[in-house]
């Protein structure tokens, strides 16, 4: 499966961006689909993760309450609502697919079998 992230961009603190996963050549509905972030200097991390079945949905502590992820199986697209961003939020985010869970989601990227190119996301005033 391609996977083609884009939407990042510069926000001000407390401000709102929505990321979007295109994906071809598979559907996200036999996928797994999760979101990951890399700020400079610092591992990749897991964000959030949404089930093939679209019912169950994750999130990391940091963002939790601040984020949501959500997709359109007609777009055959996953997206990331972010809100209330803070400049900790600022990082490389990528959209990533899990074929191979077995139907529990995962939150480690060495999980995630597909990637993509990354969209670079800039928290400052």
């Known amino acids: 499966v391609q996977l083609q992230a884009f939407g990042g961009g510069l926000v001000q603190p407390g401000g709102s961006l929505r990321l979007s996963c295109a994906a071809s050549g598979r559907t996200i509905s036999s996928c797994d689909m999760g979101w990951f972030r890399q700020a400079p200097g610092k591992e990749r991390e897991f964000v959030a993760a949404i089930s093939r079945s679209g019912g169950s949905t994750h999130f990391a502590d940091s963002v939790k309450g601040r984020f949501t992820i959500f997709r359109d199986t007609t777009k055959n697209t996953v997206y990331l609502q972010m809100n209330s961003l803070k400049p900790e939020d600022t990082a490389v985010y990528y959209c990533?697919?899990?074929?191979?869970?077995?139907?529990?989601?995962?939150?480690?990227?060495?999980?995630?079998?597909?990637w993509g190119q990354g969209t670079l996301v800039t928290v400052s005033s």
């Open positions: 990533a697919a899990d074929s191979q869970s077995g139907g529990f989601l995962r939150f480690v990227a060495a999980n995630y079998n597909y």
